[in-house]
């Protein structure tokens, strides 16, 4: 239920901003504050997780926040009052994820101390993308979807928000933590070179993706002038998710590091595609990489941290993923393209941002030892 939301928040927010009358390097400034959010607010939240033992209660307010940011980011077509709704968005939407990824963990330790068969991270991870794509694809069946109005947009995410809210009545409190009294501090004692150093690899990639995840709905309604856009999310989508499941034995058998390298390879070849070959082929051709460019590379980046974590501190250090391995890139990485997209265009931008992904795999290479021992 969490993914059918971002079935509509990750192909129609960047339309949603456009169409509020912002230029594309507006956009991609608002959509980088976006992810920017994602840094320090998921991260203390979840040590509110972390501490209390209990992660109910924060899904809770991140439904909340997902209602309250939409209700403000429609009506009002002021620049404030836009980063205020997004602030709220970003929580109500990102915060879940570190959340959800440490229930699952939690599941999987559970079982195994009970001797009992473990739940396939991969397997509940593709049932979140099977969300994705049929409300990608719903939206898609709607006509001119892609064009109407934000209000349409954000009562749809708003509906798919309160079933999501009312799933969470489902979603029992396994492998419950322990409850800690002391006050919240920001001590990372645990983090080594390895796990920073794996943290820039991935980093480094998703700068990559960053343009494809802010500008591809934008590029094929203003560049290819094709309104595609759910059907192309549906693609990716549904392409990631036999890679979601088959990768973890890849990743268990190998390691997270090299499935991340393979992953940044195929991210170097599809946005090269984007940029030389710009036609509904081309854009067909480099979603079905989504199924390498996320498919292979988010369980294998989730597995790094968590082999990397201290189970104390997994929620945190899952939301650490998420900032500055995800976040921050993508906000460096949003806010930066809409300038080339306005200055030389969208094949340019996919272009420049394929280098990203070749410095990714070049550091990955350089301490490929160090980094392939974390299995």
């Known amino acids: 239920m969490l993914f059918t939301i971002y079935g509509i928040s990750s192909p129609y927010l960047q339309l949603m901003i456009r169409r509020l009358g912002y230029s594309p390097a507006a956009v991609g400034f608002f959509l ?19 501490r209390s033992g209990r992660l109910k209660p924060l899904l809770i307010a991140s439904t909340i926040m997902i209602l309250a940011g939409l209700g403000l980011l429609v009506p009002f077509h002021l620049p404030i009052i836009t980063l205020v709704s997004l602030v709220l968005l970003s929580l109500g939407i990102k915060t879940p994820i570190p959340v959800l990824d440490t229930s699952v963990m939690r599941a999987i330790e559970y079982a195994a101390e009970r001797k009992e068969k473990q739940p396939n991270y991969g397997i509940v991870r593709a049932i979140g993308s099977v969300g994705f794509v049929v409300i990608a694809i719903i939206a898609q069946l709607f006509p001119g979807f892609e064009g109407s109005p934000p209000a349409v947009m954000a009562l749809a995410m708003g509906v798919l928000a309160i079933f999501f809210l009312l799933s969470l009545g489902y979603l029992p409190e ?10 919240i501090a920001f001590s990372f ?15 480094l990639g998703r700068l990559a993706m960053a343009p494809i995840g802010s500008f591809f709905s934008m590029y094929l309604t203003e560049d290819l002038h094709w309104h595609a856009v759910g059907a192309m999310w549906a693609l990716s989508a ?26 940044s390879g195929a991210i170097v070849v599809r946005l090269l595609i984007y940029a030389l070959f710009p036609s509904p082929g081309g854009a067909i051709s480099g979603q079905l990489l989504h199924s390498l460019c996320y498919g292979l590379f988010q369980p ?14 997994r929620t945190t250090g899952m939301a650490l993923f998420m900032g500055f391995g995800v976040g921050l890139p993508t906000f460096i990485g949003s806010a930066l393209g809409g300038t080339i997209v306005e200055a030389l265009g969208y094949r340019w931008l996919f272009a420049s941002y394929s280098l990203f992904a070749a410095a990714s795999l070049a550091l990955f290479l350089k301490f490929r030892k160090q980094l392939t021992a974390v299995r």
Do not use: C
């Open 32 to 50: 980088g504050f976006f992810e920017l959010v994602g840094i320090t607010g998921p991260m203390y939240l979840a040590q509110l997780a972390d």
């Open 174 to 183: 396994i492998g419950k933590g322990h409850p800690r009294k002391e006050k």
């Open 189 to 203: 004692k645990w983090l080594d070179s390895t796990y920073l150093l794996g943290l820039v690899v991935i980093a």
């Open 238 to 263: 549904t392409s990631e998710i036999p890679f979601i499941i088959l990768s973890w034995k890849f990743i268990h058998k190998k390691s997270p590091m090299l499935a991340i390298a393979i992953a």
């Open 300 to 313: 294998a980046a989730i597995a790094f941290v968590n082999l990397k974590t201290p189970p104390a501190d």
